[in-house]
């Protein structure tokens, strides 16, 4: 699920420095744009070796980097950077809207953070409503797919059933759109099946209990978080009995709505690019979730946290998290849920999740488990534990199946794509489109020979 690069991926980068001429093409600037940064204190510097020139931290110049909107010519993953006023990433932290998120999270629910983002206002006591058409025709296409199938799948074509109930999601203005994105997330939730129920839109609904009470199409207004307990329409007690048969308690759906909200948004992850450049096209909302989607599930994006569910169960199994850290390393095996690219510490939304978690006891011992890898594989390399870990200890300790924290995640990122997509609405159509550097052999080459097909 994460938004990380592996040990290999980006640790490293971050620990050397780099020379002026480096630093200039980094940014993308002339050697004298560099040391104005410098004097203006955008940039700390280091006399070199030798006292010939100085050096920088290249994290702190990716940092800079990604503030102006430069990007990293020589990169070779190809980065882009895009102006944005969503989310900022500094140092060990991060901010929406230059809020701090995980205060934000401690102090908000999830609604009220998606309206923060989408409109740079905080409703207290914000509440999504799922139309019931949309609910009926998400949960009916839904409960039509393959058992096996997984809640990707099923948010996938949840999110399409739910578009071609709303014969005005072509209409792009920002009311509509926020309208559309009020009531979708609510939609996605519904869709999903129980955990332990009989398949069927029918069943689900009879049991769901959220159920038809949150499709009056009104405005039942919940509370927020720091003054009354959740009500039965907040988002993450409707989500929780489609992550496990344990019944919610209030502690844990705390941990819940706090993870819904810290993952809302981080920055241009992989998912959030793809949604931009569907919005860029002009794609309707619905179609710009489901291009976030279908880069999520990729398994070097969504697979995440799922991996690190599967090992902190084995390390509760084995007794010990050395045997698995060292199987991952004889294996040649990234260790999941450590290390994340943007971030030289611990992951800000691991740390706030885990001191949530320390107050739930039947989490200690997965907790412990996850305190156990971190600390194994630093006799290795200083990795620190990212939310996959902390999502892994709340879906493990909680009865949770695996895939639970990619769940968790693109419920919660969705509001992210929308406020992306809003961005993008208001940026010159069609300006992700890049110029391919053809590789290929050069013209004019002769037809070639044609070949019969095989017989069928």
């Known amino acids: 699920m994460t938004d990380q690069a592996g ?21 993308g600037v002339k050697p004298e744009t560099v040391y104005a940064y410098v004097s203006r204190g955008q940039l700390s510097s280091n006399r070199a070796p030798g006292g010939r020139g100085s050096t920088f931290d290249a994290a702190e110049v990716d940092t800079l980097a990604r503030r102006t909107g430069r990007r990293d010519p020589a990169s070779p993953a190809g980065e882009l950077s895009f102006r944005t006023g969503i989310t900022l990433i500094e140092g060990d932290r991060y901010c929406f809207r230059g809020v701090d998120a995980t205060e934000l999270a401690r102090r908000h629910t999830y609604e009220e953070i998606a309206e923060w983002l989408w409109t740079g206002e905080l409703r207290t006591g914000a509440h999504f409503t799922a139309p019931r058409e949309a609910l009926a025709a998400a949960r009916r296409t839904v409960g039509a797919l393959p058992a096996h199938c997984g809640s990707t799948d099923r948010l996938r074509v949840a999110v399409v059933a739910a578009a071609t109930a709303d014969p005005l999601r072509f209409d792009l203005s920002r009311e509509a759109v926020l309208g559309s994105a009020r009531s979708l997330i609510p939609t996605l ?3 999903l099946p129980l955990v332990g129920a009989d398949r069927g ?4 609904a009879s049991r769901d209990p959220a159920g038809d009470a949150n499709t009056d199409g009104g405005a039942n207004q919940g509370t927020g978080r720091s003054t009354v307990a959740p009500t039965d329409s907040g988002l993450a007690r409707q989500l929780w ?11 844990s759906l705390d941990v819940l709505d706090t993870a819904l909200g810290l993952l809302i948004d981080h920055d241009l992850a992989a998912s ?8 860029s096209a002009r794609a309707h909302p619905y179609a710009v979730v489901s291009a976030g989607l279908g880069v999520l599930e ?73 305190r156990d890898v971190v600390t194994t594989t630093a006799r290795h390399a200083p990795l620190h534990a990212n939310v996959d870990m902390a999502l892994a200890v709340l879906s493990v300790s909680s009865g949770m199946a695996a895939e639970a924290g990619e769940t968790v995640f693109a419920i919660s990122r969705t509001a992210g794509w929308i406020a992306h997509a809003l961005e993008e609405y208001g940026e010159r159509p069609l300006r992700m489109r890049p110029i391919g550097q053809y590789t290929g052999p050069r013209p004019p080459r002769p037809l070639p020979d044609a070949t019969e097909s095989p017989s069928q």
Do not use: N, Q, W
């Not at 489609?242 to 502690?251: C, G, I, M, N, V």
């Not at 959030?272 to 919005?279: C, D, F, G, P, Q």
């Open 7 to 27: 040990a290999g991926d980006g640790s490293e980068r971050t620990a050397h420095r780099l020379t002026t001429r480096e630093t200039a093409e980094r940014l």
């Open 189 to 191: 939730v519904g869709a």
């Open 272 to 279: 959030t690019l793809a949604a931009r450049v569907a919005a």
């Open 241 to 251: 009995p489609k992550l496990t048969e344990r019944p919610a308690d209030e502690a």
């Open 298 to 370: 990729g398994p070097l994006h969504g697979a995440a946290s799922g991996l690190a569910h599967r090992m902190l169960a084995e390390v509760l199994e084995r007794g010990g998290a050395a045997p698995v850290v060292a199987d991952h390393l004889r294996t040649g095996r990234r260790v999941p849920g450590l290390g994340h690219r943007l971030y030289t510490g611990e992951d800000p939304r691991a740390t706030a999740l885990f001191a949530l978690l320390a107050d739930i006891p039947r989490a200690a011992p997965a907790l412990a488990a996850a």
């Open 201 to 204: 839109a029918d069943a689900d």
